[in-house]
């Protein structure tokens, strides 16, 4: 088992950034990439970044592209997500999630474990 806690989250107003940080904990060594989802009030849950633990290999969602960096450290189990130039539409609850198959993030999005979230508002 692997769990997860995000923090970073806040209020902020337009063109502003914000740094998320997640903290595994568990059996990290089964971890293959972590990543960040977000999920807006009557809206999908959407992927926002992915990082490949081994190699470091990056994927956005095109949305973030430009503006928003995810980063890993291994030794100290955390996954970042560097937020610059946030727009009001970035307002969501922002999850963590990690797996130790990549494909369960990248392409199917349903990664093994999940954090509890935390919140980012965006004003205009």
């Known amino acids: 088992q692997v769990q997860l806690v995000e923090s970073g989250g806040g209020s902020v107003q337009a063109g502003g950034s914000l740094r998320l940080s997640c903290v595994a904990s568990g059996h990290t060594d089964s971890i293959g990439c972590m990543g960040w989802f977000r999920q807006a009030p009557g809206k999908e849950r959407e992927r926002v970044a992915v990082?490949?633990?081994?190699?470091?290999?990056?994927v956005y969602a095109d949305s973030v592209k430009g503006r928003f960096t995810i980063s890993a450290d291994n030794a100290k189990k955390t996954a970042s997500l560097q937020m610059n130039s946030l727009k009001p539409e970035d307002t969501a609850m922002y999850y963590c999630a990690a797996d130790r198959v990549c494909a369960r993030l990248v392409a199917t999005a349903r990664p093994g474990y999940w954090g509890r979230g935390t919140h980012v508002t965006v004003t205009s």
């Open positions: 990082i490949y633990t081994t190699g470091g290999i990056t």
